[in-house]
């Protein structure tokens, strides 16, 4: 299956978990992908995997947090691949800290990465989707739709990710841009992996979690979500946020 041959995708977060995960699936359909991470050897990586299967790719080193970066790596890579068809914000951040001892440096760290770098992208690269009739795919989160104790900053943080992306379904769904989310429950990648091993000491930041009826997602399966929005099979569907979290927010 080619879904998106001779067509341009950007990923942040390229570098591991599902944004790499999401970056090698797109590639095997036929996507050129500019694989955006503010490690730029770990993104590096994901394209040489991508390369060694016969696909295009191209590693952008960014702070998605910060406009300027953002800036510089979009003209980048549209001076390298052209207008993208289809952009993937993956890239993001996790906190698991009592309100009390959340510091503002925290707090600004995860908004910063997980809202605004996903306004940032979305903004920098609006003007090219609307000449390609393109789409954006962001991620939520499960917590953005269900609170946890000591996760006020990511709860916060992708409950306006969901809302961000039905605003923009809204806005530009009569320029041609569709515009939609993917919810990840628990998944096996690096970034939640600390979580899971925390000791009880922070038992309590565990506590209540709920627990997937198919077990723990693997990176893989959130991105073959993702291609399957990404594609003009979906070309109906914009404003969803789209679980993929094995029952949990059932």
């Keep these: 299956m080619r879904r998106f041959e001779d067509r341009t995708a950007v990923v942040t977060g390229a570098a591991s978990g599902i944004g790499r995960a999401t970056a090698i699936r ?3 359909e036929g996507a050129r992908v500019a694989c955006v991470d503010v490690d730029e050897a770990g993104a590096e990586q994901t394209c040489v995997q991508i390369r060694a299967s016969g696909g295009t790719a191209r590693a952008y080193a960014c702070d998605v947090s910060d406009p300027e970066r953002v800036t510089a790596a979009t003209q980048a890579l549209l001076a390298d691949f052209g207008d993208p068809h289809v952009v993937c914000n993956v890239a993001g951040v996790v ?3 009592p ?3 959340l510091s503002f440096a925290e707090w600004q760290r995860v ?3 997980n809202l605004t770098g996903t306004f940032l992208v979305c903004q920098a690269l609006m003007p090219a989707l609307k000449r390609t009739g393109g789409n954006i795919v962001n991620t939520g989160s499960r917590l953005g739709v269900n609170g946890r104790s000591y996760r006020a900053a ?3 943080s992708k409950a306006g990710v969901h809302l961000l992306t039905k605003a923009l379904a ?4 009569d320029q041609g841009v569709r515009v939609n989310a993917v919810l990840p429950g628990a998944t096996r990648t690096a970034m939640a992996q600390p ?3 925390s000791p009880p000491s922070r038992t309590r930041m565990s506590a209540g979690a709920p627990r997937s009826p198919l077990g723990l997602g693997e990176p893989e399966d959130v991105a073959a979500a993702v291609a399957f929005i990404a594609s003009d099979e979906m070309r109906y569907m914009t404003g969803s946020i789209v679980a993929v979290d094995g029952g949990v927010t059932a």
């Design 26 to 28: 797109l590639a095997s």
């Design 154 to 156: 990511y709860c916060a």
């Design 99 to 101: 309100l009390e001892e």
């Design 111 to 113: 908004i910063g990465v």
């Design 170 to 173: 809204l806005e530009f769904a």
């Design 195 to 197: 979580a899971a091993d």
């Design 95 to 97: 906190s698991a800290s």
